[in-house]
């Protein structure tokens, strides 16, 4: 389990490079909404390598945050990454395929609003944060693919697009709020 805590990123990585070499053999099943809420996970896993090695999207967080306190732990890291990203966008296929498409729109957000949480946070502080690169190079085009792909679809509702953005507000904001109540347990138990 330590080496998991430690490395899940290199293995999402190397899983998000084979969901993406095997789009050649699945894409034209899938169709192109069904394929741009697949291809929202491995460029994910992809943007996650860039944010997370050694320890690096954690490390900004509890400096900026926290005053170099621990108030975002490596497990925490794992459970919102693993659970919120992966597993998160594996039931969403699972729903945008076999329920409603618009389902799709959650990965979809998800990926757009991590985007833009990282480009305002480059603009706030005037520097790079990490995922950056990858928020820009990858999670624009990506985003605004499935975005485009799944608005012109018939039954795609607003409703979905509220569902979808709603959805991947209140994963970012839980974020936030999980941090700031372990700053002020930290700061109480000192």
Known sequence: MTWFLHNWMYGGFIAGL???AIVPIV???LGGPLLAVYLQLPIYMLHQLEEHADDRFRRVV???MAGGREALTTPAVVVINVVGVWILDLLVLYGA????????????????VNAVVHIAGGIAQRRYNP???????L???????????LSGQPEVTAADHILGLAVALVLHAAIVIHVKRRVAMLAGAA
């Open 62 to 64: 509890n400096t900026l």
């Open 97 to 112: 395929r076999f329920v409603d498409l618009g389902l799709g729109l959650i990965a979809v957000y998800l990926t757009l």
């Open 18 to 20: 084979f969901l993406l």
């Open 131 to 137: 995922g950056l690169g990858t928020g820009v190079v």
């Open 139 to 149: 999670f624009l085009p990506a985003g605004l693919a499935g975005l485009w792909a």
């Open 27 to 29: 894409g034209d099943d």
